[in-house]
């Protein structure tokens, strides 16, 4: 993100012209963590990086091609997930300050508690400044900061982000925490889920570290282990992990990086190309679904599997992996695998025999051999 | 009993069939007569079944009776109970373990809006106003209530006033609880969630805490976060008394006037 500055004026003047273009009359949409999230958790997709960084509105765009995303979060588990939170939150932290005491040692003395959310809104992010930098010089300081606003700058927009509760430790070390109303049952997760808490929490670890790093502190100074409170078993009662987020930051700092170098996604594009719907003044597309689609499928996806809980789009490029049979339709593991077959159709005639091995496909042609022979023996 | 209640029953369905006779053959006056009459019995019969449900040991038997008191009376006796500022949904577990149980979370949204409106229409005509606990930085903290009449001091919050005010609000608990001869379970429950988050409180793992320990391990804790609250309310309950009108002292500040004094 520090690209922005070395590069001339006029040269950033003209990508930022060329995203306008890109997106057309429509405003920029801006990012939340969870949309900050998702972008780390399909980094090699250029479509995704090119779409976001020009804040196209990805979910309309992906309704009038025809193809809506599946997902989205029920007013039933928004309604369970902020019960959940202001459990944990209830009495000044009461529930995390015991979580915490035993997760990270926290002395009896230290109980401080600032809700950041006594100011206005409008003077929240200023106030979130105040009070970590407070707590990065002194030593005695509070220990929760409540409703904090964190700001990152993605692509030239700042976008705000609001962590549910930042920790501080005597240590001098800040921790995020995270609160998510899935079950831990028997000490065990549903790996997805805290694989996404992971990457927003990894967004605010960034943006916080961002933040120390202006006010002139050693960023290394927040932590890159985030607090990650859920219920426990079936009852109510909150239980909290330490989660090292190190790899989610080093692929969202990747990908943040990729967006402010966006001119090299957009060099290869065809001049005139936008994904604009070109709305009337009543917000309604006027463009053909058909051109809007064309107009998609120029700039290369990589779908997996996961993008379909992450990515609005996920529908469009999953029909656009089916009637090529790309192989990624299978997993990023069994893709990988299948590293030098080009196609689905090209390793099933491979397994079957039917084709005959390229240069270099000898290996992965007797695996797919042995495995459709295991196949016929199971289903004779 | 239940005796009059199925001959209610037949009534009913008698009156149905002739009311459907009546329809059939368009007598619409017959009809209206007959449907006055039909609705009398179904009320008959409404009451005839709470009636005999109240005899045994039904449900509405045991339901609290519905308190007269307003909203802000409830809400003064609860923190009267607590001795500590308190928010919203502290006052209504309270309300609900000992009190009348009728107060609930929505009521009390507008409740400050109110007060303060009324303070500022007619200054210190009421005994007492439900007002708001006031930040370092002199403005209203989001969600805490007060009571007007306890000195500055007690209703000015620092960094550290919640887990005070949590602790004392705990023992405020257990002291009532030791002086009830018949503790009501929600308050024990109540008691026991909040000993699960002082520590030495719980020594019974999940069951209900025993009163007098809760109070010991509460004070130990207090002991050693009280010197240093008691000082920062100080400062605060003193730059309160110095820079805000009377109005401003029970409601606090608008955020932006206070810019100045604040960190």
């Not at chain 2, 009534?11 to 002739?18: C, F, P, S």
């Not at chain 2, 009728?102 to 439900?130: H, I, K, M, N, V």
């Not at chain 2, 550290?160 to 030791?178: G, K, M, N, Q, Y």
């Not at chain 2, 391990?217 to 000082?231: K, S």
Request: with cysteine; proline share 6%; glycine share 8%.
């Amino acid at each position: 993100m520090g690209g922005r500055q070395e590069r001339p004026d006029g040269d950033w003047a003209r990508t930022a012209n060329r995203l306008e273009e890109l997106r057309g009359p429509a405003p920029a949409r801006p990012h939340d963590a969870r949309a900050i999230a998702a972008l780390a958790a399909n980094p090699g997709c250029a479509r995704r990086a090119l779409l976001d960084a020009a804040g196209v509105d990805k979910d309309t765009a992906a309704r009038h091609v025809g193809f809506p995303a599946p997902f989205g979060q029920s007013q039933f588990a928004i309604t369970r997930g902020n019960a959940f939170e202001t459990l944990v939150k209830e009495n000044g932290c009461a529930e995390l300050l015991r979580l915490l005491r035993g997760l990270l040692g926290l002395p009896i003395e230290q109980v401080g508690y600032q809700d950041v959310e006594n100011v206005g809104a409008h003077l929240r992010a200023s106030h979130t400044r105040a009070l970590i930098d407070r707590a990065a010089r002194e030593t005695e300081t509070a220990v929760f900061y409540d409703h904090p606003l964190l700001s990152l700058r993605i692509a030239g927009h700042t976008s705000y982000l609001e962590p549910d509760v930042v920790a501080f430790q005597l240590g001098g070390r800040f921790h995020v925490v995270e609160i998510k109303s899935f079950a831990v049952i028997d000490g065990q997760a549903e790996p997805d889920k805290v694989a996404a808490a992971a990457r927003q929490a990894a967004v605010y670890v960034l943006a916080l570290r961002t933040l120390m790093e202006e006010l002139g502190h050693d960023p290394e100074r927040v932590s890159h282990d985030v607090v990650l409170v859920c219920p426990e078993n079936f009852a109510n009662r909150p239980v909290a992990t330490l989660v090292d987020v190190r790899r989610q930051l080093a692929v969202l700092r990747r990908q943040l990086a990729r967006m402010t170098r966006v001119d090299r996604l957009l060099e290869g594009l065809p001049p005139g190309l936008t994904f604009s719907l070109d709305p009337d003044p009543d917000g309604v597309p006027t463009r053909s679904a058909e051109e809007v689609a064309q107009a998609l499928r120029q700039v290369p996806a990589r779908y997996a599997p996961d993008c379909l809980s992450t990515c609005d789009l996920c529908m469009f490029c999953r029909d656009e992996a089916r009637a090529c049979g790309s192989t990624d339709l299978l997993g990023r593991q069994v893709r990988d695998q299948l590293g030098g077959v080009s196609g689905m159709e090209e390793a099933l005639g491979l397994a079957e025999g039917v084709r005959e091995p390229g240069e270099g496909q000898e290996e992965i042609a007797h695996l797919l051999r042995q495995a459709e022979r295991l196949r016929r023996e199971c289903v004779a | 009993m239940s005796e009059s209640l199925d001959a209610l029953e037949r009534r009913i369905a008698e009156l149905r069939a002739e009311v459907r006779r009546a329809v059939k053959a368009r007598d619409t006056a017959l009809a209206r007569h007959l449907r006055a009459d039909l609705r009398r019995a179904e009320r008959a019969w409404d009451e005839a079944v709470v009636a005999d449900g109240a005899d045994g040991d039904g449900p509405a038997a045991r339901e609290p009776a519905a308190t007269l008191m307003p909203v802000r009376e409830q809400v003064h006796q609860a923190l009267l109970l607590l001795g500590v500022p308190a928010a919203a949904r502290l006052i209504v577990a309270v309300n609900g373990a000992f009190f009348s149980g009728a107060l609930r979370g929505p009521q009390l949204s507008s409740l400050r809006r109110d007060e303060e409106r009324s303070f500022r229409g007619a200054p210190y005509t009421r005994p007492y106003y439900l007002c708001a606990a006031l930040t370092d930085r002199l403005s209203p903290a989001r969600g805490l209530f007060a009571d007007s009449t306890w000195p500055l001091r007690a209703r000015v919050v620092g960094p550290l006033s919640p887990r005070v005010d949590f602790l004392s609000a705990a023992v405020r608990i257990a002291e009532h609880l030791t002086r009830l001869a018949d503790p009501p379970p929600g308050a024990v429950r109540l008691l026991s969630r909040m000993a699960q988050n002082i520590p030495g409180a719980a020594e019974t793992g999940f069951g209900p805490a025993d009163p007098a320990t809760v109070i010991a391990a509460a004070r130990a804790e207090l002991e050693v976060h009280l010197p240093a609250d008691t000082a920062q309310r100080a400062e605060v309950a003193a730059r309160a008394g110095e820079q805000l009108t009377d109005a401003e002292r029970l409601f606090g500040a608008a955020a932006l006037t206070t810019l100045r004094g604040a960190c």
